[in-house]
């Protein structure tokens, strides 16, 4: 079954390349001497591991295109266009999601820490006031990458295959509208 060896082999590359760049970037921020940099190592392994991810399950969408509708809702066609444009949002998407929590956190709890530095020494405040940074940010980010993009793409005519534009003038059609995908 194509699927799952594709989810298989999506799952094996999001992941190496996620501990890869970790390890990779944690011995740069080592070298660097630079321990703030080091909280921000999260945030690139997994915008990197959700890129390479979404290129790699929907990599086929690139040869075959996605399907695009006229204003009834009725199929014109397949298009790479609209592929395209569905998988660079959905890649925006995934890159802006995990900000709020590994680069927002972060920063919050190191102003936490130089205003307040007891609690580096302290886990009874620091571990619950950690925690509830991450939910605070994760409820504040997830809406919001999800929103960047509305679920139902858009695209002019003159923006399509040309084959396409011919079945979508003939309708009628200045638009097409395609589903992005999450």
């Known amino acids: 079954d194509d699927s799952w060896q594709d989810a298989g082999l999506s799952f094996a590359v999001a992941t190496t390349s996620a501990v890869g760049v970790s390890v990779g970037m944690d011995r740069v921020v080592q070298q660097l001497k630079a321990p703030v940099a080091r909280r921000f190592v999260p945030f690139v392994a997994v915008a990197s591991a959700n890129l390479l991810n979404i290129s790699m399950m929907r990599r086929r969408e690139l040869e075959d295109g996605i399907a695009v509708v006229d204003d009834a809702g009725e199929a014109i066609g397949r298009s790479v266009v609209a592929a395209k444009k569905a998988i ?13 929590i590994l680069v927002l956190s972060p920063l919050i709890m190191l102003g936490f820490e130089r205003a307040f530095p007891s609690l580096l020494s302290r886990p ?13 940010t994760f409820l504040l980010g997830l809406p919001l990458s999800l929103a960047l993009f509305r679920d139902r793409g858009v695209l002019p005519t003159d923006a399509i295959e040309p084959q396409l534009r011919a079945a979508a003038d003939a309708r009628g059609c200045e638009t097409v509208y395609f589903n992005k995908g999450l």
């Open 124 to 136: 009874k405040i620091r571990i619950p006031l950690q925690a509830s940074i991450v939910t605070s």
């Open 88 to 100: 660079t949002e959905t890649a925006i998407s995934r890159v802006v999601l995990p900000i709020p």
